[in-house]
């Protein structure tokens, strides 16, 4: 081994060998960890405060630290510091940097720490850096949310079970439902937050530190709601990430079914929305083709990031305490993931930005289907029939209607009375998709008053 090769080996004195080639590219995380630079640096900084507070670290070194790490922040930012495989981790090559600016202070830096407790500490400072960026994002699209449906508090649209007409609801109604599952998923992030906001510096490899330190000052600096409890916890503890990924697994299946919903809409058998051409690709050997490629892919986003989570419940276990390279591989997870969602729900905001819907083409979808059905039923309710005699009442009207390739609103009165003497002239106010709609005025209805006071109790919450 290469004396320059070895000094870069924080661990090399036991050995008697290099590394092997392929287990050096192997082993190294570098390519993928020097994402965490920033936080690494900060995080070092801290420790390294805290170090010269309690005296274990003369002021002299801890200056030459704060010096180097200045000069490295530059480097990094600048895309000029001299990332290299031979260090192995983003840890191991900002120290060797530092050492070689600054000297024995550099060396200094790890003492009292392990790169367990460290790398443990730069993930959660990423983490959260990332869940407070995608809960700014989570916003922004909560807000779009709520501007569309407000648009659209009253457009009439069919509602679907089993895909097939059900009962009219409106379109703001339907986006709503969207808005309540984004805000169920920044709750989630907000929960999850809690638990990644603490600090493992300390820890050290596994069992804490012989030296006086002082964790809370340490956690207090960094911003952390506290430290993790337990050393052998603190060092192997992923579980914070597993739970990140759950919750961003349920934000993408959100954003699945949306995104699978505005493909459907925005086909002309369907023709609810149109998608704004910005978003829309066209074909290379069709030329009258407007695809919707953006919500696919959004779509199709949800199998890497369900993976994510499987990869990570899957790296956690089955691993002895404490800290099991292992760990390593929660890195490119997390980091897919985070990227994912970002882009992802971004992109979601301005889709909804730029739909337009189009409500001629929901009433027209809204007519074919008996969609009313349920409201004559519970009309002949409140004329004192049970509901399950209504229920069969009404099935052979939409029967006898099917029959002559009418909508139950287009029978005329007579036939109507013919399947029961309590239909009375005032029937065909209720069959009308406004009457439908207009009635299911309570907390979590579809009528444009309940939902303009969803929209309203909303904002005030957002
Ligand atoms: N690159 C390593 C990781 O991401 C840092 C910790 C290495 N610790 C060790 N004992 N080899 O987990």
Redesign the pocket.
């Known amino acids: 081994m290469q004396q320059d090769d070895k000094a870069a080996k924080a661990?090399s004195g036991r050995f008697n060998e290099p590394l092997d080639r392929l287990a050096q590219r192997f082993n190294?995380?570098?390519d993928f960890?020097k994402r965490l630079a920033a936080f690494d640096i900060e995080g070092s900084l801290a420790h390294a405060r805290m170090l010269a507070r309690v005296g274990i670290l003369p002021a002299a070194d801890l200056a030459d630290i704060e010096r180097g790490m200045g000069q490295i922040a530059k480097e990094v930012h600048d895309g000029t510091f001299p990332w290299t495989i031979e260090r192995?981790?983003?840890?191991?090559n900002i120290e060797a940097r530092l050492t070689d600016l600054v000297g024995d202070a550099g060396k200094r830096l790890h003492t009292a720490r392990?790169?367990?407790d460290?790398?443990?500490t730069d993930?959660r400072l990423w983490l959260r850096s990332e869940i407070d960026a995608l809960t700014g994002v989570l916003k922004t699209l909560r807000g779009r949310l709520l501007d569309s449906a407000e648009a659209d508090a009253s457009t009439l649209m069919p509602g679907f079970t089993h895909l097939q007409v059900a009962q009219p609801v409106t379109f703001g109604h339907h986006l709503m439902a969207y808005y309540e599952m984004f805000t169920r998923d920044a709750a989630r992030l907000a929960d999850c937050r809690k638990r990644v906001n603490r600090l493992p510096l300390g820890a050290s490899?596994l069992a804490g530190t012989s030296y006086p330190i002082d964790r809370e000052s340490v956690a207090k600096e960094l911003g952390f709601d506290g430290v993790c409890e337990n050393s052998l916890d603190a060092v192997s503890d992923r579980d914070f990430a597993v739970e990140f990924l759950a919750a961003a697994a349920l934000m993408q299946a959100h954003v699945s079914r949306f995104a699978e919903e505005l493909i459907l809409w925005s086909n002309p058998r369907f023709g609810f929305v149109e998608l704004a051409d910005r978003f829309c690709t066209g074909s290379s050997i069709m030329p009258q083709k407007k695809n919707p490629d953006v919500p696919e892919l959004m779509r199709g986003k949800t199998g890497r990031v369900y993976g994510s989570l499987f990869a990570m419940l899957t790296i956690i276990k089955g691993q002895p305490l404490a800290?099991?390279?292992d760990?390593?591989?929660?890195?490119e997870p997390l980091f897919d993931t985070a990227d994912t969602l970002r882009d992802v729900l971004t992109l979601l905001a301005e889709l909804l930005g730029g739909l337009k819907a189009r409500p001629d083409r929901m009433m027209a979808a809204l007519a074919e289907g008996h969609a009313t059905a349920t409201d004559l039923a519970d009309y002949l309710v409140r004329k004192g029939l049970p509901f399950r005699d209504a229920h069969e009442v009404v099935a052979r009207a939409v029967r006898e209607a099917v029959k002559l390739g009418k909508e139950l609103p287009a029978l005329p009165l007579a036939t109507l009375k013919s399947f029961s003497p309590l239909v009375g002239d005032d029937v065909f106010a209720v069959l009308t998709p406004e009457g439908s709609v207009a009635s299911r005025s309570h907390i979590g209805g579809t009528a444009p008053s309940a939902v303009k006071a969803a929209i309203a109790r909303a904002r005030k919450a957002l």
Request: proline share 0%; no cysteine.
């Open positions: 661990w190294a995380s570098v960890d192995e981790d983003v840890h191991l392990s790169r367990n460290q790398v443990a993930i490899a800290y099991n390279k760990n390593q591989e929660d890195k």
